[in-house]
């Protein structure tokens, strides 16, 4: 059988990571192909925890597919998140938990619903095919959705989350709130990161209306410690929007343990940061009490007041 690429966005978080190895294991179950997960990018140190909790190895890198290849693309399905040349691929599926994108010229299967994590997508299909939820296959879908939820308290998160989250945490046989917190600090160290790679580590061009941006966002446990680094990450912006010639790049550190963000906001369009929270940036920063989520927090407010 023809090999099937599976694989999430860009700048992969623990969602897209776990999402491709629990949907290639889902497809092979079900005998529908052979598929295969990969990755477009670097693991950070959040699902290295997970990987490494679990013994297993990362997926193998995706630098380019061939026209016409096979591919099941999951936790995302805008063409500028994805693979280069998605649109010359056979999409056969898609499971995701953002905003439809994609347009296709052909039918394909496509599983959107609005919950805090396509792993929690994920655990339905499985129930729906009848197939076993193993207890591997189990912490990967937690540990994700710990990670998309921020430990159920992004505003993100829905009763369908908290239903899998307690079934899951009964087969991996984790208390999910000591290994989630154990896990999403261990998300939170930057130390061997350049500047360069924080700014990718979770970046994605999100347009509000005519605004180009990028909206990075970085989690930690002391928003100090980071903001520590807030020249150079200063510099590192600006290069940046120079390099993509954008109105804004908003950096979102996000504090785990009080649920607030510290956002840096650089570009010609920074002021709708102020507009859209109605807040004062000084010396380009402010904190944003209670805003966690890029998604419903960020993406919904900026857009409204563009």
């Known amino acids: 059988m023809v090999e099937t690429y599976v694989f999430g966005h860009k700048s992969p978080d623990s969602d897209t990571i776990t999402s491709s190895i629990v949907m290639a294991y ?62 010359n691929a056979n999409i056969l599926k898609v499971v995701d938990h953002h905003k439809l994108v994609l347009e296709t010229s052909y039918p394909l ?101 005519d605004v180009k941006s990028i909206v990075n966002q970085v989690n930690t446990a002391d928003i100090s410690e980071v903001m520590v680094m807030k020249d150079e990450l200063e510099d590192g912006m600006n290069k940046i929007i120079e390099e993509e010639g954008l109105d804004l790049f908003m950096l979102l550190i996000t504090d785990i343990v009080n649920s607030n963000s510290q956002v840096i906001a650089l570009g010609n369009s920074a002021g709708l940061v102020e507009k859209a929270y109605n807040v004062i940036l000084k010396d380009n920063t402010v904190l944003l009490e209670g805003v966690v989520s890029r998604k419903k927090q960020v993406v919904p407010i900026m857009t409204e007041n563009a």
């Open 26 to 87: 889902l497809e092979n179950e079900m005998g529908n192909s052979e598929a295969k997960a990969y990755r477009l990018g670097n693991i950070n140190k959040e699902t290295e925890f997970i990987l490494n909790y679990l013994g297993i190895d990362a997926p193998e890198l995706l630098e380019s597919i061939e026209d016409g290849a096979d591919v099941i693309l999951v936790d995302h399905n805008s063409p500028a998140e994805s693979i280069d040349n998605l649109e």
């Open 109 to 209: 299967f496509l599983r959107f619903e609005p919950v805090g994590c396509t792993e929690t997508i994920l655990c339905k299909l499985y129930e729906e095919n009848g197939v076993e939820i193993t207890k591997e296959i189990a912490t990967l879908m937690l540990s994700a959705i710990i990670s998309d939820t921020l430990l159920l308290k992004s505003p993100t998160t829905t009763e369908d989350d908290k239903v899998a989250v307690k079934k899951l945490s009964q087969i991996a046989e984790v208390d999910a709130e000591e290994y989630g917190l154990e896990m999403l600090k261990a998300g939170t160290d930057l130390s061997s990161f350049s500047i360069e790679e924080i700014l990718s580590l979770d970046a994605k061009q999100i347009d509000f209306k």
